[in-house]
């Protein structure tokens, strides 16, 4: 059952399927934010995706895969999208999708250079707001390159903000809001604010197409668009109808300007203008391009005949200094005949639509909270729900070429993704950021699903089980990371996140449990199989989601036939033998079948505690990761890092009732502790009735002097959360001579200074939620089995004694702090940006970023990564009840 009462949404998600068409979630916001630069779109010989589909491109070159666009909605099949474009009067092109730097371009990788918000929604979509501000001045695109390229490592990125384009508030703030009167009625409500000193004109072009299959898919019938006035049409409107072969009809009707005209209707097709892209190639009338150069440079590239495949509805608004307008339309599946109305049930779709997303957040919102971090969680749900798009990648397909489209390059097929031919993917996925991470990734999706669980558990299950399904799972067990290389490997944490989501959902869908428990045991499998080389329990899983963390490339064959064996892959692997050892006892109460593999995950959770001895620094208090050199011999590699801390997290209190009717387990496991007291040490008894109450990894004696380093301010305990590299680092880095070169790993509280990993990729001192998150629930687990007896000092050094829980509550509200807003009435997340913690236009608008600067809070990385630090709003949500 949803978390909190029931609301009109509630009743939708009900009757919504998360992959029917035909209900509530047929139209969403499933269009990127960036298709240009994907691996999908790559179709070079070298596999530099970046430079193969530039930003250039995107404006005149009809995408293979996906599109992408300005608070963009689509069907589930992306068949139809409808988004915005904009222009300034000054700028070289029209604003028709957000614009950043490239992976090779940034100083610290690939990085959006635009400001725009994902305010509010619904898990349906029945309600969405989307906001953007839009420079008045020309857009300075060469000078964000040319000074980014100009700065180093050591140097800050340079932002859209520090071009001084808003000075003055010379900018436009946009609002758009999208409210369905039905599931396949939507209205779009345009509401644009001149925050300039002077009167201005904006071009508003809201662009309705469809994808381009027809270039791809033989047979594949092409669609149209053509201008149609029903006879019911008022004049001051303009009336268009799309038709499909699998859509159907659809109507978009565009209300009056402010002055009472109608806007211009432009169309042109979503085909590549080949000689503007290739130099060469057959002429298509009006391709993609055709209503940029109509609107900016006055050409006749917009067909006359007022039909085609894309079309943009022209506004020219005026508008005094401080003054707002509104612009209406609206898209539905209708009667041919019939004019769609843009007046009072317009107007009552949208107020309705809002007060249900009103009453729907209000279940969500624990009766203790402020304004302030209900206006947060709020936020941090809208951009859970607006990071989902429609993912669509064929990679046999890719790799071979499409029929009607010259071969690609022989090196493609021993190049990247060759061994993942059977990933056929088409469908919509929460994704990490729409337009740094416009695709999934494993872990990422993990932490999504938690998050999108309060929305919509039976969404999250969805996402659950279709990444382990025969499509997305390789044959040999092992989960897809990302495109740019699906065989990277990434943390197991796909059965923690089904377990949180099923208690999220009230902890009675065995079914779904059971369909994951199977998937993940094959995965399971493949990490025994292929991750731990030595067959000893200390697994090598390479980078796990914690990229640069450490002196050298985890991911990497090591150059002289090193073995680095990880001590965070060796308690990823018990953290995930754990949460299956629990599903396979849930399930085993209703089912006693299971009780036999319970207990394999028992013993071999045993096995992996007893070599985890094997990687703790009895000097140091500290666990590492560790080079086992040719000649045999051993180096700890004495990096104090998350990776360190990672076996707090395999710990839980086993509630009695999951194996006190069991008897067979119960029997087994008794045999195993009696006879195995070493490879038994993980359990702890309760003193009264001594039946197991606590698996951990880490003994008291460990527990102490772990949690001493981790709350230790000049080591792991920031003002904002848990750095993920200690602070001691930053007076003592470690060095090490590897094939007669020096590794070097230094404090790094912000962006990265090294290349390796490239992009904006940081672990060394940066905080970040994952884990942040997976420590609170592990020290909550802690103190439930050792109870108000045990603490620890809080911070270290003060002599002010806490319990575990008093320990996980102080770290939440550290976390939380990164986005509410403190004493100065500033959001630490802002930094020292004066104009976005002065004016309340930008400062109540929040972004989640990557990840957040160790010592001051200040948001770094992907803006928008709004699948795991949404994680905030879980820290808010989890504090009402379930019901």
């Given amino acids: 059952m949803m978390p909190g009462r029931r609301s009109a949404e509630h009743a939708r998600i009900a009757t919504s399927r998360p992959d029917s068409a035909g209900e509530w979630k047929q139209l969403g916001p499933y269009v990127s934010e960036r298709a240009w630069g994907t691996v999908r779109e ?31 909605i689509c069907d589930l099949e992306q068949r139809m999208c409808l988004a915005l474009a904009f222009w300034n009067g000054r700028d ?8 950043g730097l490239t992976g090779n371009e940034g100083n610290h990788g690939e990085d959006a250079k635009e400001y725009w918000w994902y305010v509010d929604a619904t898990p349906t979509s029945s309600w969405l707001r989307w906001r953007y501000h839009y420079p008045q001045a020309e857009f300075p695109y060469t000078h964000l390159r040319q000074e980014n390229s100009r700065r180093g490592k050591a140097d800050r990125e340079f932002e859209l903000v520090d071009t001084g384009v808003f000075e003055e508030d010379r900018y436009w703030q946009i609002e758009a809001d999208y409210a369905k009167a039905s599931p396949d009625d939507i209205c779009l409500r345009l509401r644009i604010r001149n925050a300039g000193p002077e009167r201005a004109e904006l071009h508003v072009l809201p662009t309705l197409w469809f994808r381009n299959r027809w270039s791809w898919d033989e047979g594949s019938a092409r669609p149209e668009i053509r201008a149609d006035s029903p006879p019911s049409a008022k004049p001051d409107s303009a009336s268009a109808v799309a038709v499909e072969e699998r859509l159907g009809t659809w109507r978009l009707e565009a209300g009056p300007d402010p002055e009472g005209r109608p806007p211009e209707l432009l169309f042109c097709e979503n085909d590549t203008n080949l000689r503007r892209v290739f130099g060469s190639g057959g002429d298509v009338p009006y391709p993609k391009d055709g209503i940029n150069d109509r609107v900016v440079a006055g050409a006749a590239t917009v067909n006359p005949a007022k039909r085609g495949t894309k079309l943009a509805c022209w506004y020219r608004v005026t508008v005094a200094p401080g003054a707002s307008v509104e612009l209406r339309l609206r898209l539905a599946r209708a009667d041919a005949a019939a004019a769609l109305d843009l007046g009072a049930g317009f107007a009552h779709t949208l107020a309705e639509r809002e007060r249900d997303a009103d009453e729907f957040h209000a279940a969500l919102t624990p009766a203790d909270a402020s304004h302030d971090e209900a206006l947060v969680m709020r936020q941090a749900f809208a951009g859970m729900v607006w990071s989902q798009q429609l993912y669509h990648y064929d990679v046999s397909r890719w790799l071979d070429g499409d029929p009607a489209q010259p071969a690609p390059p022989e090196s493609r097929k021993s190049g990247r993704n060759t061994e993942w031919r059977h990933l056929s993917n088409r469908d919509v996925i929460a994704m990490p950021d729409k337009w740094e991470y416009p695709w999934y990734a494993a872990w990422d999706l993990a932490f999504h699903c938690v998050t999108l669980a309060y929305l919509d558990p039976a969404a999250a299950k969805h ?27 990434n943390p197991p944490v796909h059965a923690w996140a089904a377990l949180a989501v099923f208690r999220i959902d009230g902890g009675r869908d065995f079914e779904f449990l059971a369909r994951a428990f199977h998937k993940l045991l094959i995965n399971f499998t493949w990490w025994v199989n292929r991750k731990d080389t030595l067959g000893d329990n200390i697994f090598e899983g390479g980078f796990l989601g914690l990229d640069n963390i450490g002196p050298i490339d985890r991911s990497a064959l090591l150059p002289g036939g090193e073995l ?42 045993a096995s992996i505690a007893t070599v985890m001895d094997e990687l703790w620094d009895e000097q140091d208090g500290f666990y590492y990761d560790r080079l086992r050199c040719k000649d045999g011999s051993i180096v700890p590699l004495r990096a104090r890092s998350m990776v360190g801390l990672l076996p707090l997290f395999a710990g839980v209190r086993l509630d009695a009732s999951l194996w006190e009717q069991l008897a067979d387990f119960r029997k087994h496991a008794g045999w195993f502790v009696a006879n195995r007291p070493k490879q038994a040490a993980f359990l702890r008894y309760h003193a009264v009735d001594d039946r197991p109450e606590l698996i951990t990894l880490v003994d008291d004696s460990r527990l102490r002097r772990l949690l001493a380093r981790m709350l230790d301010p000049e080591e792991f305990l920031s003002p904002f959360g848990l750095r993920s590299l200690s602070r001691y680092h930053r007076e003592h880095p470690l060095v090490l001579q590897l094939d007669g070169q020096d590794a070097r790993l230094d404090y790094e509280p912000a962006e990265s200074a090294t290349q390796l990993f490239g992009g904006n990729s940081n672990w060394r001192g940066p905080i970040w939620f994952p884990l942040n998150f997976l420590a609170l629930e592990s020290l909550r687990h802690l103190h439930s089995a050792l109870g108000d007896g045990f603490t620890v000092e809080l911070p270290t050094g003060s002599g002010v004694p806490a319990t575990l829980g008093e320990v996980a509550n102080e770290l939440e509200r550290r976390l939380l702090r990164l986005f509410l807003l403190d004493a100065k009435q500033h959001r630490p997340v802002y930094g020292e940006n004066a104009l976005f913690q002065r004016d309340p236009a930008w400062r109540d608008h929040v972004p989640f970023y990557e990840y957040f600067h160790g010592d001051t809070g200040e948001g770094l990385g992907a803006s928008h990564q709004t699948g795991w630090t949404a994680l905030a709003a879980v820290l808010i949500a989890r504090r009402r009840p379930l019901s």
């Fill in 564 to 605: 680095l064996e990880q001590s965070d892959g060796t308690a990823w692997m018990a953290k995930f033998c754990l949460n299956m050892l629990e599903m396979a006892l849930r399930l085993a109460n209703r089912d006693r079948s299971y009780e036999g593999v319970a207990l394999k995950f028992f013993e071999h959770l």
């Fill in 92 to 99: 070289p092109i029209l604003k028709e999708r957000i614009f």
């Fill in 42 to 72: 790559d179709y070079s010989a070298d596999g530099r995706a970046w430079e193969y589909f530039p930003h250039e491109h995107a404006r005149s070159r009809a995408y293979r895969w996906s599109e992408d666009g300005l608070a963009g």
């Fill in 463 to 489: 996402q659950l089980l279709l990444l382990c399904r025969e499509w997305y799972m390789h044959p040999n067990g092992q989960l897809p990371a990302c495109e740019w290389s699906f065989g990277d490997v």
